[in-house]
Structures are given as structure tokens and as C-alpha cells.
């Protein structure tokens, strides 16, 4: 399922070359490169020897200096847990994500298994020990195997349920088969389960609407390259992560429930950071 692309937005695509520094792009993208092109060796050799502490965390470090490199400034509400293994769940609107979430929860991603074919990101997804699963039907009981295989072994896994990006203005409806892995149960206890929102606010102290958002949410037929490139001329970008409240299986009953449970928390928080409300109000809209 694609997003659809608004009139409005495709005409940001039009005025985006105008806008920014390509000095500061071209700068920011070197500076990426020699990072990454450093720490892959690095990482590479942590996962081929089994080195857990380096495996978890040189990623979540890395991810804090690629967001300073791209001018991320992250903002984060509400309390992330701390017990492992914890499932988180959010709503998905651009490649960005990847970046902030990374520097904000320890653990790895679950990720189409395209993504698995998309050259140079697909070596780092595989760094990070990401989960690659089929959207078909037929695959999901061998793609929830692989979800619970690494949550019993105690990783934190971040999980997009929409399984596509979305434009950041709504949340589109969560995929309730893969919530089915919430019903393991860790060193004996419920897996606890977090619904989190991301949101793209503000470009240089100013609050991005409807029609300037589009410069860091990607999604539908929006082209990768040139999207980085315009990201990467444009200043410093305010990106909110609130942390909702940790949930399980048992609280709600069966994995639609917990589904729908969190695609409320997810959607409620995404409606109340767009209309710039308060950390306060942004507590009460998870409740």
C-alpha cells in the first residue's frame, strides 16, 4: 500500500532545488561517507566474532552522529522502557526514522524484505541485525518466527506496522498479524509492547505544515536520491519522539486489541505534536 501524493505536494518537488545550501549538502554527504565507510569494517568484524555489547551498541552511537551530520534535533517525550525485550511499535514517514529512532532505542529493526535488495542500505540493515520480513500472506508465520527467534534471545526490535511510509499528517491502519509475537512470553513474563510516535516539526525553529513537510517525510513515488539531497541543503530539522505508555498482550486480551490499542496512542500522538500541543497535552492523548 502507497500513499497517495496530494496536488500540493508534488508541487514542493518543483520549488525544493531552490531552497538551501548545496555547499552544506555536499558537505553533510562527505562527512556521512567517510562515517559510515569507517565504522562498516567496524561493525562488520563485531558481528562475524559475536561481540554482543559492540553489535548493540556502535550502531545506537553511530545513529547519534549521523543525525548531527544531517542536522536532526531530536526531541524526545515520555519514557522509553528499559526492560529487553521490548517490542516497540510507531507510525513510519520517511528513511529519517531509521536515523532518529536509532540513536534513541538500542535495538534493530524489522524491515520489508526489499529492503534487503536496496543497494549499500542494505549493508547497513544487515550491520544492524535487521529482521527482513515477506509482506505476502503465505510468509507471515515463517517472518513471525524470525521476529520471536531474536525477541527470546532479548533484543529490542522496532517494528512500522502501517509496512509502508506515510506522508506524517495520519497514521495509516496498523497490520494486526505480526502483533501475534506479543503473545511470547520472555524469561516468563508478557513481552512488553510500546507504542512511540515520530514527527517531523520544525525546520530552523519554524513549524513545518501540511505543504513543507514532504522535505523530510518520504513516501509514495518520491525518489530517494533527490529527496537526501534536498534534505541535506536544508538546516536544522526539530524531529519529536514521544514515548507512549508499555502495554502487553494480557492487558488487552488478543493481538487485535493490543493492535488497536497502539495504532490509537500511535495516531492520537502524531494529531497532537502536528497542532504543536505540549508535552502535557501529548501525556494525556496516550492515556
Given amino acids: 500500500m502507497k500513499s497517495p501524493i496530494s496536488a500540493e505536494n508534488r508541487a514542493f518537488r518543483e520549488a525544493a532545488p531552490s531552497l538551501g545550501s548545496s555547499g552544506r549538502a555536499t558537505f553533510r554527504l562527505i562527512t556521512y561517507a567517510l562515517l559510515t565507510l569507517t565504522l562498516i569494517p567496524v561493525q562488520a568484524l563485531a558481528v562475524l566474532l559475536r561481540i554482543g555489547p559492540v553489535t548493540r551498541n556502535l550502531p545506537y552511537y553511530y545513529h547519534r552522529l549521523v543525525c548531527l551530520i544531517l542536522g536532526l534535533k531530536v526531541e524526545v517525550r515520555g519514557t522509553r522502557s528499559t526492560e529487553a525485550p521490548t517490542l516497540f511499535v ?60 531474536r525477541l527470546d534471545a532479548g533484543d529490542n526490535l522496532i517494528l512500522f506496522p502501517e509496512g509502508t511510509s506515510s506522508d506524517g499528517t495520519r497514521v495509516l491502519p496498523f497490520r494486526s498479524a505480526l502483533f501475534a509475537v506479543a503473545q511470547i512470553k520472555p524469561g516468563g513474563k508478557p513481552l512488553r509492547v510500546q507504542p512511540f510516535t515520530i514527527a517531523y516539526t520544525r525546520l530552523d525553529g519554524i513549524p513545518l505544515g501540511r505543504y513543507w513537510r514532504p522535505y523530510f517525510t518520504w513516501y509514495g513515488d518520491m525518489e530517494m536520491a533527490g529527496h537526501l539531497w534536498n534534505v541535506c541543503k536544508l538546516g536544522e530539522c526539530s524531529v519529536v519522539v514521544q514515548f507512549h505508555e508499555p502495554t502487553d498482550i494480557t492487558q488487552l486480551g488478543d493481538r487485535k486489541k493490543l493492535s488497536d490499542h497502539c495504532f490509537r496512542a500511535v495516531s492520537q500522538g502524531l494529531q497532537a505534536i502536528n497542532r504543536g500541543e505540549p508535552a502535557q497535552a501529548l501525556a494525556k492523548a496516550a492515556e
Avoid: C, M
Avoid at 540513536?103 to 549493508?123: C, D, L, M, Q
Fill in 90 to 149: 510507531g507510525n513510519h514517514v520517511s528513511y529519517l526514522d531509521i536515523e532518529t529512532l536509532g540513536r534513541t532505542i538500542p535495538g534493530s529493526f524489522v524491515a520489508k524484505a526489499e529492503v534487503a535488495t536496496w543497494p549499500f542500505f542494505n549493508v547497513l540493515a544487515k550491520l544492524q541485525r535487521t529482521v527482513f520480513v515477506e509482506r505476502r500472506t503465505s510468509a507471515t508465520r515463517e517472518s513471525r518466527d524470525s521476529i520471536i527467534g
